[in-house]
């Protein structure tokens, strides 16, 4: 896999609502299907994940914040896949909690989002 050291740019994020609408409905359709047949029909894809903004702020006021990653885990329990979101600083490396910061708080790794299913957010354009 090729490597960055670089964020991408602030504006680069955004997209149109209609194509995030068609994105997330070419997901509904399709989040199933792209599993192995031992997978299916279990929910192992979320359509969603909630974070409280609590969470998104300590990882912002991680020191030396440049950008959120989100990686994609599995539960060993289940085989259900989570989002997992870590602060990175400018030189796109992941901001982790090591030995070396016994006296300072721990940077945040955050986890546990209100998963969907089972709890899903109300109907909008991008979940219905």
Same mark, same amino acid.
Request: charged letters at 20%; aromatic letters at 4%.
């Given at each position: 896999?090729?490597?960055? +050291?670089?964020?991408?740019?602030?504006?680069?994020?955004?997209?149109?609502?209609? +194509?995030?609408?068609?994105?997330? +409905?070419?997901?509904?359709?399709?989040?199933?299907?792209?599993?192995?047949? #031992?997978?299916?029909?279990? =929910?192992?894809?979320?359509?969603?994940?909630?974070?409280?903004? %609590?969470?998104?702020?300590?990882?912002? %006021?991680?020191?030396?914040? #440049?950008?959120?990653?989100?990686?994609?885990?599995? =539960?060993?329990? @289940? @085989?259900?896949?989570?989002?997992?979101?870590? #602060?990175?600083?400018?030189?796109?490396? @992941?901001?982790?909690?090591? @030995?070396?910061?016994?006296?300072?708080?721990?940077?945040?790794?955050?986890?546990?989002?209100?998963?969907?299913?089972?709890?899903?957010?109300? #109907?909008? =354009?991008?979940?219905?």
């Amino acid at each position: 896999m090729p490597l960055t +050291t670089t964020l991408p740019g602030g504006s680069s994020h955004f997209i149109s609502l209609q +194509t995030a609408i068609d994105m997330t +409905t070419h997901y509904r359709s399709n989040r199933e299907t792209i599993l192995a047949v #031992a997978y299916q029909e279990q =929910d192992i894809l979320p359509l969603s994940e909630t974070f409280n903004r %609590a969470a998104i702020d300590s990882l912002l %006021a991680v020191n030396g914040c #440049a950008g959120i990653r989100i990686y994609y885990a599995m =539960d060993r329990n @289940d @085989d259900t896949v989570h989002a997992i979101l870590v #602060a990175v600083n400018e030189g796109n490396e @992941d901001i982790l909690p090591s @030995d070396s910061l016994l006296n300072e708080a721990e940077p945040e790794i955050v986890e546990i989002g209100q998963r969907c299913p089972p709890s899903c957010p109300p #109907a909008s =354009d991008l979940n219905s």
